[in-house]
Structure formats: C-alpha cells, structure tokens
C-alpha cells in the first residue's frame, strides 16, 4: 500500500481540530456518526448560497440546474456502490428510513400470514424492529440465525433457516458493535437459491470499503449518509430495478405521481415513486461531494489504513488489565467492542470524555446482541481513516485512567 | 477540582464496589424493579414498611454503571427509620438537585451526605443513573411493581 498520508486528511475535517475540555479531541464515535471534509462544508455553503432552489418542479433555469445537480448526486452514488442504473438509488432520510421503506413496500406486495423473514442476532435496532413489526402485522414469522462467540454468523445454522417460506433475509454487511463483516455474497446467493430476497444493511460498511451491490448481488442496500462523512439527514435505498418497479410506494405526496384525479392516482417510476415531497436537496448535493471525496483517497486505501488501525488498536487494548474485546472475528471493520472488570461502559466512557475522548457506551441500538453476550452494555471505540495510531494511545492512556479510579 | 473529585467521590467508588444493603427482603409487602432503558441499568428496590409508615428494613439488588449503584446504596443507609412522606420529601429535593435545580450550599434541604450526588448535575447523560433507585422507591412505596425510566 502506498503511503497514507492521515495528516493531510486531517486537515480536510475542521472538526478535528477542535478542543475538549482544554484537550485535543480524540473521535473515536465514527459508527455513530463521522465528521465533514471541507469539500462537504463547502460544496453545501455554495450551493446555499448560489444556486439553491427545489428540484424537479424546475420551470425556471435555476430550479433545472438545481435538479441537475441533485440528480448528478444520484449517479455519484450509483458508481460509487456499482448500481447498474441511476433509477436503483432513492434518497432517503438514512439508513432507518431506507429499511422501513423496504419494510412496508416489500412487506405490503409480498409478505402474508405464515411468510418467514430471516435476520440475524447481530441487526441494528434499525435491521430488526421493523420487520419484527411486520411480521406481526402479517402474521409471519421472524427467525434470528445465531452467531459464535467470536462474533461470526453461524453458516450451518442460517441455512437450516432458509426454506421454500423464506421470503426475506435482512442482514448487516458489518456489524456497528463487533465490527463483523459478514459474506454477503455467499448469503445472497443462498437466500435466492431458496427463492428470497435480501436487504443488506450497509450503514457501517459503505463508509469503509468498496462497495459492489452488482458483486454482491442483494436485492435492497441501506446506508447513511452522516455515517460516511456527509450530511445528517441524508440515507440511501438501493433496489433493483425489477423489484422496484413491482412496489407500491411508502409515502405518498407531491412528485411521486404520473397522474391525480379524484378518483385515483397512478405513480411515478422508481425512484420518484419513493421519494415523495421536497427532499433534503443541500444535503443530497453534499452527500455527492462526499463520494467524490472518499473516492479521492480510494476506498481501497482507506480499508486497508482502517485495518492497519485495528490491528494495532487490538493489540494495544489487549493489554490493558481485565479489558475483554468483544468481537474477535478474522474478517472484521475497524470496531472495538469491549467491557472491563474494573468499571461498567458508562463508567468507562464518562472517565475518558474527560480525558478528551469521545466513544459510546451502552447497548449501540443491539439489545439482542448484548443479551447474546450477556452483557448490559459494552463500551465502543469506532475508527475512521481520519483516526491516527497516536489517538489509539491516547484512548490506551485514558482507559490506565479507569483503572486507577476504579482501583 | 478534578472529575473524579466532582463525581467519583471516595464515599461513591466505596459504595459502588461494597454495595451496602445490597440483598432482598424476604416476605416483604413492597418491592419495584427499575429499569433504564438507555443504558440498560437494574435496580430492584425492597421495603418494609413498619406501622406509622416507617421504613423498617430497606434494601437492593441489581447491576449497573457506579453511580446507579452507590446511589441505591446510600439511599438505603440514609432512608432507615425515616417515613415514606419523609422519604418522598428526600426524592423530590434529590431529583432537583442532580438537576441543578436545588443548590445545596445555598438552600435549605434534608439531603445529608446524599449531597455528595450533586457532581453528576455536570454530568446530564448521567443524571438518571443517580435518580434511578430513587425512582424505583416511590414505586415501591406506591407498590406498583415495575419502573422505566423515561
Ligand atoms: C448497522 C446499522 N444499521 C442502521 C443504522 C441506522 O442508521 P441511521 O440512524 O443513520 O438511520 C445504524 C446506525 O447506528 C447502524 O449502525
């Protein structure tokens, strides 16, 4: 691998810069949420401030230009994860929205009473919740394929999960607590060999390497933009195009029609079908310039100096007295789950704030992965390829802290 | 004044690592099991309320962070022999405080050593750590069986 320059990349995010607490903030919350290169601040500040009007309704040039933009940032994102087409990629909210859209609109065409959908112990809040809620709604039936102490899915085991009921499988490219990557691929081709579909969420992937939805061959992709150094408030839903071209939409409104009249309303193609009212338009041209940002620098790169920084991470809170890394599989996103004898994850994180490190403790929105575990909470300390092996010692240190409180 | 001196105190790192009154009452008419949901945190609370409404024998069992903990702790040393009103009295000038609504150094209070709970009012994400056991007492004063915070 070339050489990684994270000094100079440093430079791009002005929020690293910033103090806490009269120290140097060390970021180590990156599964939550990233911070902004200048090119994001900036590409939104112009487009504000030049050339701002809604789109899609454009009668006007500023108005055609804007939807110009907008609908570039659609086709930045389209190569970025390797859609086909342009139409696969509707903007949402985030990632929560993108699978509630699923959600309904798969589930109200194709999910009934007896149906199965298969997720994993391993989901996000936001993978689980809703087709638990749909399933209840449907009457079908919800089935959790279990993972191994190390935090790896069980193979054998999500197999004997699939059947000629299975209509869907929900799963987490990497997980936000273990950082497990799981074989998309292979649990792609698998569910089709049954005859079901899958969504895969891809918040805590898209962010730190490439993404081939092509490759990998999933029917849905969910991701955030504020997780990969774009704006809050933005999201995507891949689909493919047969699929859906088939649904019925999830909200309804302006923009998302062919024609109203007072009896009936037919709907526009995908993507306009689901994204009914004025989108997040800034934010949507700043997620674009997010995505030639960190096609910049290379995904390739970045995954590769991310796992440089996993490696020493783990090696460094190995040695911390009664640390336990939850979370140990070979192929793993730059996560560090752990607990420690001495204090609780709440107790671990109000102590290192202090010290000027910001990570997250409590159950990370994976209340059934902590009861796998059986653990209330874990503390988390989540990398990006803005992250420096210094910041990862500085975490070392403050954790000597606990320590010595909880001596 | 350094953080561990404004909110891990001695006398909390003390009754968060030898919890007292950390069992439960057998046969007891009163008990609560508190819950909070953010982070997770247990604390059941067990009463036993004498005649005249004093609080005989009062006690917890649970698991959470350290200021949950020595929290419940020291609630259960300071509460024996006092009365449920007096108790509810207690909560309600304890919750103000972790708010930073009720200035001990300048207000008058029945609070006593639980003022050592004021440091977490510059801690907000950790306010409800501290007031989850009181919040699981009224329930169990109230014998209304089960809590969340909210
Ligand atoms: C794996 C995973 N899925 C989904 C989400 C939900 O993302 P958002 O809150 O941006 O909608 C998250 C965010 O924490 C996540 O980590």
């Not at chain 1, 440093?10 to 970021?27: Q, S, T």
């Not at chain 1, 102490?149 to 869907?168: M, N, Q």
């Not at chain 1, 579909?197 to 955030?224: E, N, W």
């Not at chain 1, 979370?327 to 102590?351: E, Q």
Request: hydrophobic letters at 40%; charged letters at 20%; aromatic letters at 8%.
């Amino acid at each position: 691998m070339a050489h990684f320059d994270v000094e100079k990349i440093r430079a791009d995010f002005p929020m690293l810069a910033a103090l806490e607490g009269g120290k140097p903030l060390v970021y180590l919350d990156n599964a939550a949420t990233t911070h902004k290169p200048w090119a994001v601040i900036d590409r939104i500040r112009d487009f504000d401030s030049k050339e701002y009007a809604t789109v899609r309704r454009g009668s006007y040039r500023l108005g055609e230009r804007a939807t110009d933009m907008f609908e570039q940032a659609r086709k930045k994102v389209q190569k970025f994860i390797n859609a086909s087409d342009h139409r696969e990629i509707i903007f949402t909210s985030g990632a929560t929205q993108s699978i509630n859209l699923a959600a309904y609109s798969f589930g109200k065409k194709f999910i009934g009473a007896g149906d199965e959908i298969v997720v994993t112990q391993m989901e996000h809040h936001a993978n689980f919740v809703p087709w638990q809620l749909l399933c209840q709604e449907k009457g079908a039936v919800l089935r959790v394929a279990p993972i191994t102490d190390s935090g790896e899915l069980i193979i054998e085991e999500f197999a004997k999960l699939l059947g000629p009921k299975t209509k869907l499988v929900a799963v987490t490219m990497c997980s936000n607590v273990l950082g497990t990557v799981n074989p998309v691929k292979e649990i792609c081709k698998m569910a089709h060999d049954a005859g079901a579909k899958v969504l895969v969420d891809g918040a805590q992937s898209t962010p730190h390497m490439a993404i081939d939805v092509r490759g990998i061959d999933c029917d849905f992709y969910a991701f955030s933009g504020h997780k990969m150094y774009g704006p809050s408030g933005t999201g995507v839903l891949y689909g493919k195009y047969e699929l859906l071209d088939v649904l019925p939409p999830y909200v309804s409104g302006g923009d998302m029609i062919n024609a109203v009249s007072l009896e009936k309303t037919t709907f526009s193609k995908p993507p306009g079908r689901f994204e009914a009212g004025t989108p997040a338009i800034s934010q949507v041209i700043g997620l674009g310039a997010a995505v030639d940002y960190l096609t910049g620098i290379g995904m390739d790169n970045i995954a590769a100096y991310e796992h440089e920084l996993l490696e020493y991470g783990t090696k460094i809170l190995s040695k911390v007295p009664g640390l336990h890394i939850i979370g140990t599989a070979p192929h793993k996103g730059a996560i560090l789950s752990f607990t420690m004898d001495a204090a609780h994850p709440h107790d671990i994180v109000t102590i290192i704030d202090q010290e000027g490190v910001c990570a997250r403790g409590g159950h990370h929105c994976a209340q059934p992965l902590m009861t796998r575990y059986g653990v209330p909470a874990t503390a988390r300390a989540s990398l990006a390829f803005y992250n420096t092996k210094r910041e990862i010692d500085c975490l070392a240190k403050a954790l000597q802290k606990v320590l010595e409180v909880f001596a | 004044m350094s953080y561990q001196n404004e909110l891990y105190q001695q006398v909390i790192l003390d009754h968060n690592k030898n919890p007292r009154n950390f069992r439960e009452i057998g046969e007891t008419a009163h008990s609560c099991n508190g819950h909070n949901p953010l982070c997770g945190d247990k604390i059941n609370i067990y009463l036993k309320i004498a005649p005249g409404d004093v609080i005989e024998d009062v006690s917890f069992t649970g698991s959470g962070c350290a200021i949950s903990k020595a929290s419940a702790s020291l609630m259960t040393t300071f509460l024996k022999g006092k009365t449920a009103a007096e108790a509810k009295l207690v909560f309600d000038e304890f919750h103000k405080m972790v708010l930073g609504d009720l200035d001990p150094a300048t207000q008058e209070h029945h609070l006593g050593k639980l003022t050592i709970f004021q440091g977490v009012r510059e801690f907000s994400s950790r306010i409800k750590c501290a007031s989850l056991a009181w919040h699981t007492l009224i329930c169990a004063i109230d014998k209304t069986g089960e809590t969340t915070m909210e």
